[in-house]
């Protein structure tokens, strides 16, 4: 059975920074491209970010560009993004994704609020 | 960007309805459209990709069709299960981008 579990979230004040964490089971993660995909409490979906499958390729969506990096580990299989100068307009639920265009599976979310 | 409209926003309707829900891009995406259901609290289910083609073990009551820039879903028998809210999101071109969502509602 494929497995996405997302973790990290929390509460963290405008202008931190936040590391999430995708643990990645049943498939061969090294394989597939990867997504983080977000949900602002009541809107939704925006892809965010995608990672190629040896990870030596990335791609943001402009409203991320310069604050997030996303990475991976595949001897881990694990998913990355690391949050920095995060904004009130961050706050949502950030999901991990498989695929390279579409989403096959999807975790179950983590929640990142950002506030003071 | 590639806008994705859908609509209705919501939609009422009972077990066993046949319903159709429609997603319209603002450019030509040809046939580069997935669509997904969310149930609350969940994180999406990819149903259909490339407009029509069914996602390996999805039930066959789920249909998509369209090109160019308007596309539906149907669901051809509403089960309890599908009670929830259905996204199309469009892979012509990066930044990929979602519609807002269609709610099936009771």
């Known amino acids: 059975e494929v497995r996405l579990v997302e973790s990290g979230g929390g509460l963290v004040q405008p202008g931190g920074s936040l590391r999430l964490s995708c643990g990645a089971s049943g498939f061969t993660f090294s394989d597939y491209e990867m997504n983080w995909v977000r949900q602002a409490p009541g809107k939704g979906l925006e892809w965010i970010a995608n990672?190629?499958?040896?990870?030596?390729?990335?791609l943001y969506a402009e409203s991320v560009k310069g604050r997030f990096t996303i990475s991976r580990d595949n001897a881990k299989n694990s998913l990355f993004l690391q949050m920095n100068s995060l904004r009130a307009e961050d706050t949502a639920t950030y999901f991990c994704?498989?695929?390279?265009?579409?989403?096959?599976?999807w975790g179950q979310g983590t929640l990142v609020t950002v506030s003071s | 960007d590639i806008q994705m409209t859908q609509s209705p926003s919501t939609l009422s309707a009972s077990v066993g309805d046949k319903v159709t829900l429609t997603c319209r891009a603002s450019q030509n995406i040809r046939t580069w459209l997935a669509w997904y259901r969310q149930k609350a609290g969940k994180g999406p289910h990819l149903l259909i990709f490339e407009a029509s083609n069914l996602e390996t073990g999805v039930p066959s009551r789920f249909s998509g069709s369209g090109s160019g820039t308007e596309f539906t879903l149907t669901i051809s028998s509403l089960q309890a299960d599908d009670f929830a809210t259905y996204y199309c999101?469009?892979?012509?071109?990066?930044?990929?981008?979602f519609g807002q969502g269609t709610k099936v509602e009771i």
């Open positions: 990672i190629t499958s040896s990870g030596f390729i990335t």
């Open positions: 999101q469009q892979y012509n071109s990066y930044p990929w981008t």
């Open positions: 994704a498989s695929g390279t265009a579409y989403f096959h599976n």
